[in-house]
């Protein structure tokens, strides 16, 4: 099992940054994948940002260039750094992990953050 805990949610200006953190924990070991996810009202959940095992980056195209997806192993934790926010980036935003044991696939969901941009 792998748990997943977000923080660093809030309530920002238009313009201006928040840093989302997710540690994880559990069997740490077996993660292969792992990105943020986001959700608005009324809307599905989307991709915003996430690291495969490859070594690859892949971002949405409306947060290129304003958000920064890192992590610290040593701390088993993955952040997002968002630059530049608009009101249209105020969704919940989730942390999300692949996994793999015995060739089987795995995937874990954190409980979500409120990020809440205003105009």
């Known amino acids: 099992q792998v748990q997943l805990v977000e923080s660093g949610g809030g309530l920002v200006q238009a313009g201006g940054s928040l840093r989302l953190s997710c540690a994880a924990s559990g069997s740490t070991f077996s993660i292969t994948a792992i990105g943020w996810y986001r959700q608005a009202p009324g809307q599905q959940r989307e991709v915003v940002a996430r690291?495969?095992?490859?070594?690859?980056?892949n971002y949405a195209d409306s947060v290129k260039g304003r958000f920064t997806i890192s992590g610290d192993s040593a701390k088993n934790t993955v952040y997002l750094q968002m630059n530049s926010l608009k009101p249209e980036d105020t969704g919940v935003y989730y942390c999300?992990?692949?996994?793999?044991?015995?060739?089987?696939?795995?995937?874990?969901w954190g409980q979500g953050t409120q990020v809440t941009v205003s105009s």
């Open positions: 690291n495969s095992s490859d070594g690859s980056t």
């Open positions: 999300k992990a692949l996994a793999k044991r015995r060739g089987i696939q795995y995937q874990y």
